[in-house]
């Protein structure tokens, strides 16, 4: 299954509020939303996928607990970028004192706000060109540091700030550099 983009803007231009509520009333359905208010249905993963994002996130939540610098967040979680998408990244976080920043209920909706980190993990039906420009649009909307794991290929692309996209083959190891401090993700959950 590929993500299906459908466009409704000629009907009418979904508030926020609207996309939120259309989102609560479909909970079967994971919705995301394009800078140009296109509403994007996503597939749900197989179940390698689904193994792979589980055991990325438990290692997230384990480094999370025992550092306590900020907040991590699964692929349920609808983030309002700056440009106008809502996006939903396969693992997120925001550091403690940005997310502390947002109102009670800027925190229960979709959150105004892009996270610090981003990973996105690939399934065999995902485009790569359609999951770039997904990544590219999270360093533009001011994420910091993006992984995006492509277990097929075996290769890794890190996206920086104001830097050029790196591309890791076969890499065993992810550091979280100065944005994830002490946090390395053991590739061998992904690869294996």
């Known amino acids: 299954m590929t993500a299906i983009t459908f466009n409704l803007n000629p009907i009418v231009k979904l508030t926020d509020d ?3 509520q259309l989102c609560r009333k479909n909970p079967d359905v994971k919705l995301e939303r394009n800078a140009k208010g296109e509403i994007i249905i996503m597939p749900p993963t197989g179940g390698e996928t689904g ?3 589980f055991e990325i996130a438990v290692e997230f939540g384990v480094w999370n607990r025992q550092h306590k ?3 991590c967040f699964d692929s349920s979680t609808c983030f309002k ?18 997310w502390d920043a947002l109102t009670p209920e800027q925190q229960k909706k979709f959150p ?3 996270p610090d980190f ?9 485009d ?3 999951t770039q420009a997904k990544m590219q649009e999270y360093i533009d909307n001011q994420v910091k540091l993006g992984w995006l794991i492509n277990p097929q290929a075996r290769q890794v692309e890190i996206y920086r700030q104001g830097k050029p996209v790196e591309i890791l083959d076969s890499p065993t190891k992810l550091s979280g550099e100065d944005i994830l401090p002490g946090f390395i993700l053991d590739l061998q959950i992904v690869w294996n």
Not at 81 to 98: F, Q, T
Not at 118 to 126: F, G, H, I, K
């Open 18 to 20: 609207q996309f939120y």
């Open 51 to 53: 193994n792979r994002n």
């Open 69 to 71: 610098l900020g907040v």
């Open 81 to 98: 970028l700056p440009n106008g998408a809502n996006r939903s990244p396969d693992v997120a976080w925001i550091k403690k004192d940005r």
């Open 112 to 114: 105004p706000i892009a």
């Open 118 to 126: 981003v990973l996105e993990l690939m399934s065999p039906s995902d």
């Open 128 to 130: 790569l060109k359609d």
